[in-house]
């Protein structure tokens, strides 16, 4: 069942570009993570928000959770070629016990 | 170092033909979990376990057991794979459920021909 969809599916920008990736959902999540995943590797943590209207930021990277706890967005100013990879949004509905993972938005930051 | 290894990391083998993917943890995490990765379907929970002998399905158990025998170890294990089950697999770890960061080791790249 995909609960998380995300959007755009593929992005390609030229290095110093600002982006936004989106992960919406129709059910309520008790924390949402991100993760970012490179080539041959498995994924890696960037934040986990767990309150609604909540934002972190990372350096470059903005994370922000819904006030309604169904969707999230991921926002990076000045893009560097080092952020190239897959950008994955995973979270757990209420008390279940499984990870949903979105599909993820392939990105790629060009020189 | 804190890791999650997996092995092999690469697999080619015929239908039928059982195998296991091993997945050790170093952490003394509680949770435990396989997904699997195929392109343009994303990564999907395949088991997960929460403790020692306390195992449970995720999004695409069909053709696949686990077992939790020991904290460390989650092994896959395939009994009959089959053509389908070709896919990119990864085990991950965690302190516990919800909000925390799973660890996820560098995956197996499995064939079944």
């Known amino acids: 069942t995909q609960l998380l969809e995300q959007s755009p599916q593929f992005l390609s920008i030229q290095e110093g570009e600002n982006l936004t990736v989106y992960c919406n959902s129709s059910?309520?999540?008790?924390?949402l993570q991100w993760y970012r995943q490179e080539p041959g590797e498995g994924p890696v943590l960037l934040v986990t928000?767990?309150?609604?209207?909540e934002v972190k930021k990372l350096k470059r990277l903005t994370f922000q959770f819904g006030d309604a706890r169904k969707d999230s967005s991921l926002h990076i100013t000045a893009a560097q070629t080092g952020d190239t990879g897959l950008y994955l949004c995973?979270?757990?509905?209420?008390?279940?016990?499984?990870?949903?993972f979105g599909k993820g938005t392939s990105l790629l930051v060009t020189p | 170092e804190a890791q999650v290894t997996q092995n092999p990391r690469y697999l080619i083998t015929v239908t039928g033909k059982k195998l296991t993917v091993t997945c050790s943890q170093n952490?003394?995490?509680?949770?435990m979990s396989w997904y699997r990765q195929d392109p343009g379907l994303g990564l999907r929970q395949i088991y997960y376990?929460?403790?020692?002998?306390?195992?449970d399905k995720g999004d695409v158990p069909e053709g696949y057991k686990v077992s939790r025998k020991e904290k460390r170890n989650f092994p896959l294990i395939l009994e009959s794979p089959s053509p389908n089950q070709t896919s990119l697999y990864f085990c991950?770890?965690?302190?516990?459920?919800?909000?925390?960061?799973?660890?996820f080791g560098p995956g197996t790249r499995l064939t079944v021909t």
């Open positions: 991950a770890s965690s302190l516990a459920l919800s909000s925390y960061e799973q660890y």
């Open positions: 059910s309520v999540f008790s924390s």
């Open positions: 995973a979270g757990w509905v209420g008390s279940g016990y499984a990870l949903n």
């Open positions: 952490m003394n995490h509680e949770y």
């Open positions: 376990s929460m403790n020692v002998e306390v195992t």
């Open positions: 928000v767990v309150t609604g209207g």
